[in-house]
């Protein structure tokens, strides 16, 4: 840019006149009650105000960046030069200048005092044909926090003009925001020249909304950025966090642990096919596949799905944070998305997500039944069933299903060799203690706990002999080998005869 020397001689003579001013108006009539503070004053003050609310947004020189220098009227001295690390360059006649940390307009008028010695009144311009690479660093609830550079588009040729990198994508560079993230409270921060530190917190949540910022987003080099955990997770800006193309990418495969009331509880890797899942076939619409996303059902899916003791209305997630290590701990309720369809409680997964399914204290038999058909339920759990029944063996019953189901899965009672009376069920527990139990049947009965209670995967339904059978088989073990010698021997008789 061009120097300012020439326009010192206009500069000073407005400044005079407005010194002046308020010595004039202070002077004349009826100026007592007027009360003229100094213009440096009021200048001062509203420079002040406006720092404290924005970044400065002017570009200084540094090393990388490719300048044209041009002397009116002295070609030969005219060149473009390549800023070196430390800022300075060689130019010729005055040797070694600094440009480091200057405007362009500071650095013509600072080349223009050292020319100022060989000619007369040298009209320098300073212009930016390609600027240095931009290197800020971004930490906080992003993927992959750290240093990044970031290339400016523009300055060159005929058009000087440079487009700097946005905070959207340094974001991006970062591989984007986490699910645990605020970006109400997003916070840059800018070197000062002379030294220090100035800040600005964004919301990028308005912007998205309204497609307005207070302030310009741009970075300039040395910028940091902080993006901070969220106090309290919205569900439902959560998930609308999720499909902003500056936050991490919701298909990326991640690793996710699943405890309590679940047929397989362990960890995890969730991905964006159904593959993984056992047993489901891929919905689709408009050609393409909805079960793509890394979401809390899928996940209770992939692990087998809840058990008959679960309680949905309470699962909580523990989310592990990157600002302040903490946990965030997320409260979901699935009933209501079973009940009332509400999408937001089927939350978005990340990568380090601990899912827990509380143990119901009550169960409804209503509810117990409406939860076997959906899919958070296994698709079918194993019971077996032993003893006086006609098809003895492991059965495969829908979940949630009572005591009658399993027994009829197995063809039922063996006629009169059967107990119909009471059965026993044996249950292994999840802390490894077996729970053995007698229970009186009534297959008339409904759901209960008392006759025909909901059984658990794994549990074994053993079926007693009835008194008839207790009597009969001892008998037939001792009349069997006599039985046998007489049928022999009525044999042999037959064939002498």
């Known amino acids: 840019m061009l120097n300012t020397g020439l326009l010192k001689f206009i500069t000073q003579q407005f400044v005079g006149i407005m010194v002046l001013l308020p010595i004039i108006f202070s002077s004349s009539p009826g100026s007592s009650q007027i009360k003229a503070l100094p213009l440096n004053v009021e200048l001062n003050k509203l420079t002040k105000s406006t720092q404290q609310k924005k970044l400065d947004r002017v570009y200084t020189l540094g090393g990388g960046d490719r300048v044209r220098i041009n002397i009116f009227e002295v070609p030969e001295y005219t060149g473009e030069y ?99 993230s605020d970006i109400t409270r997003v916070v840059v921060r800018r070197k000062v020249r002379g030294g220090g530190r100035r800040e600005v917190t964004l919301n990028l949540e308005e912007w998205v909304s309204t497609g307005q910022l207070p302030q310009d987003i741009t970075l300039r080099d040395g910028d940091s950025i902080f993006v901070p955990t969220a106090d309290k997770l919205d569900l439902a800006s959560a998930r609308n966090l999720a499909a902003l193309n500056f936050a991490a990418s919701p298909t990326a495969a ?95 997964l990340q990568n380090g997500d601990t899912i827990f399914i509380p143990t119901a204290t009550e169960i409804n038999s209503a509810e117990a039944t409406q939860l076997s058909i959906t899919t958070l339920s296994a698709e079918k759990i194993n019971v077996g069933v032993v003893g006086e029944v006609k098809k003895p063996g492991k059965v495969q019953i829908n979940p949630n299903s009572p ?51 909901i059984l658990h995967n794994d549990d074994v339904v053993l079926v007693g002999r009835s008194n008839v059978a207790k009597v009969t088989d001892p008998l037939r073990l001792i009349l069997g080998p006599v039985s046998g010698a007489i049928n022999i021997a009525r044999f042999l008789f037959d064939n002498d005869n």
């Open 82 to 180: 390549q800023i070196p690390p430390g800022g300075k360059i060689n130019l010729p006649l005055v040797g070694s200048i600094t440009l480091e940390g200057l405007t362009t307009e500071e650095a013509a008028d600072e080349i223009a005092k050292r020319y100022a010695r060989f000619l007369k009144r040298p009209l320098i311009s300073v212009n930016l044909l390609s600027s240095r690479p931009i290197n800020v660093f971004v930490s906080g609830e992003v993927t992959r926090p750290g240093s990044y550079t970031l290339i400016p588009q523009g300055g060159a040729g005929e058009n000087p003009g440079v487009q700097y990198p946005t905070i959207l994508a340094a974001l991006t560079s970062a591989e984007g925001v986490t699910m645990a």
């Open 254 to 348: 991640r690793t996710v642990a699943v405890v309590g009331e679940i047929v397989r509880p362990g960890s995890y890797l969730v991905t964006s096919s159904v593959d993984n899942i056992p047993n489901r076939t891929a919905q689709t619409g408009g050609g393409v596949a909805v079960a793509n996303l890394p979401t809390l059902t899928r996940v209770i899916q992939q692990a087998g799905g809840i058990t008959s003791q679960a309680n949905i209305r309470k699962v909580t997630i523990r989310r592990p944070t990157k600002s302040n290590g903490k946990i965030q701990t997320i409260d979901v309720n699935l009933w209501e998305l079973l009940q009332s369809g509400d999408i937001n409680q089927d939350v978005i």
């Open 403 to 453: 005591l009658n189901a399993a027994i009829l899965a197995a063809g039922g009672f063996n006629d009169s060799r059967a107990k119909r009376v009471t059965v026993t069920m044996v249950r292994l527990n999840p802390n490894g203690s077996v729970t053995k139990r007698k229970i009186k049947v009534d297959l008339s009965a409904g759901i209960n706990e008392q006759t025909n209670p």
